[in-house]
């Protein structure tokens, strides 16, 4: 299988530039993907810069089953958002991949800047009668697999572990005034929450726990050219 990578490089002069996620490599090489494992356990994310190819198909197995790869690039006879030059505000994916593994073929000379930030603790932030009331609310999904509902919860129970599944376009028809207000605030609590902008570059691979790592990005302008190959990761168990 051919892969690739995407890294996470913190934009010059963004509050992020210090701080830096990376591994160095002589670690890695020391203990095969033990460091990226413990840094998405407890960061619920992990850059890795120029990773090579044959180390990504080693990660890609160490996390789960790949469930589904996308060659994200601009294509303007697509209907997708995704593929759009549009920014995108965050979000998670699927609620069936547990890890978002994004591989940097190529990358844009203006935009397309990666955005992160931490959902659950955003909404852990929140006060109970929020958090109880958020267990209520309904998101569309997206069928992509055989079986898929058109509905998933926001908040959900994996392995006694919370999970997130979060679009702010996705919520579906009528709620209640106590659910409105629950995600009014988690809304403004992923906004106010620190955000780390990541400028990926060719070579590069990003990670991130997707029930609990919120992505977007900024839009993409000047050569379009960015190119990421996402991977959707089912895992078999948590990183650890």
Known sequence: MHVGLEARNPVPGSANHEDRLTIPCGVIDEVPFANERRQLRDTGYVLLPRFGAGALVGLLETLGRVLHVEEVVVDPTSASL????????????HHRAQFIVWHCI???????VT??????????????????????????????FRGDREQHPLVTMRDGSLRLYYSYWLAQGEITEAARAALNAFEAAVRSAHHVELRLEPGDVLAIDNGRMLH?????????????????????????
């Open 82 to 93: 995704v593929k759009s030059t549009e920014g995108l505000s965050l979000h998670t994916d």
């Open 106 to 112: 190529a990358q844009s000379d203006e935009g397309g």
């Open 115 to 144: 955005v992160l930030a931490d959902g659950l603790a955003a909404y852990l932030s929140l006060s109970h009668g929020h958090r109880a009331a958020l267990t209520g609310v309904l998101l569309q999904e997206h069928s992509v």
């Open 216 to 240: 977007g990005r900024t839009p993409i302008s000047g050569s379009k050219s960015r190119h990421l190959r996402r991977y959707w990761i089912e895992a078999g168990a948590s990183p650890g």
